[in-house]
């Protein structure tokens, strides 16, 4: 049974499946680095082949089948229109990595958020060049501290827990209304999601962003390396890096909420487990 492109995108929108972008990033370099070389369709699909046989095995399979099983049987009372699709679904999950419709899907989804993902980290350091060629030095530091947020992959905070923490920190945003409450929901994310780990890590990532930076965007690089080389605080909240790091982090988190519902099923023709 075949799948139509689009009702297996709205399926996997409906049950909020996803591959997890940390774990799958490594698997998925390649074809990202095939998307942005402008690489022919044969090297995309030869590229997009090996991250699927990467990543799918059967204890994402049993995993999927199990979802796809619960739904529906949900759906054949709630949802009758969508039992086809999910039946088709069902059917093609034993098919072979390598042609499996769904495995497929799964990885051009999630190189399509990583390439979304790389594509703002490269207008952030632009826009933080421009910024800072107009700005007096007495403000570099503050305009660079946001540029943190392009090391959230490097966090490396699962999908599922990141969610969780930004789902109460956007509540408490929303529904408080002073700036000491406001605040305290900031550190509260911080604290949450904080291990000396991350902080190192987010560090390395953010001091390799600064060199490569370098020869494009030297004032932006210069002023990375120079934050990079403050003490770090004990304590998270009083780390500014991490601080706008997981702020940076909620809002992608809510901007790609948005943008799922319309990411595509296969080679772009220009673009996690349960994320």
Known sequence: MSIDDDALGELLDEL????????????????????????PQAELHEAAVAAVTALWDSDLQQD????LEDFRAHAVCDNAGL??????????????????PVAHALVWRAATKLMRRANRNHERVAELER???????????RLTLP??????????????EAATAVAAYA?????????????????????????EERRRTVRASLAELAELSAEEFPLASFALAELLAEPVPD???????????????????????VAD???????????????
């Open 147 to 160: 540029i943190a947020a392009a090391a959230s992959l490097a966090a490396d905070i699962g999908d599922e």
């Open 235 to 257: 304590d998270p909240v009083k780390d500014e890096i991490w601080v706008n790091l997981v702020i940076g982090l909620a809002h992608e988190q809510l901007a790609d909420a």
């Open 261 to 275: 519902t319309t990411v595509p099923l296969s080679a772009p023709r220009a673009s996690p487990r349960r994320r």
């Open 171 to 195: 509540f408490s945003v929303a529904t408080r209304a002073s700036r000491k409450q406001r605040d305290r929901a900031t550190a509260d994310l911080a604290r949450t999601l904080a291990t």
């Open 16 to 39: 909020e499946i996803g591959l997890e972008l940390n774990s799958a990033g490594p698997a998925i370099e390649p074809l990202l680095a095939a998307l942005i070389s402008a690489a």
């Open 131 to 141: 910024a800072l060629e107009r700005a007096p030095q007495t403000r570099h530091r």
């Open 64 to 67: 999927l089948r199990s979802e």
């Open 83 to 100: 039992v086809p699709t999910i039946d088709g679904t069902l059917a093609r999950l034993a098919a072979p990595a390598a042609e499996n």
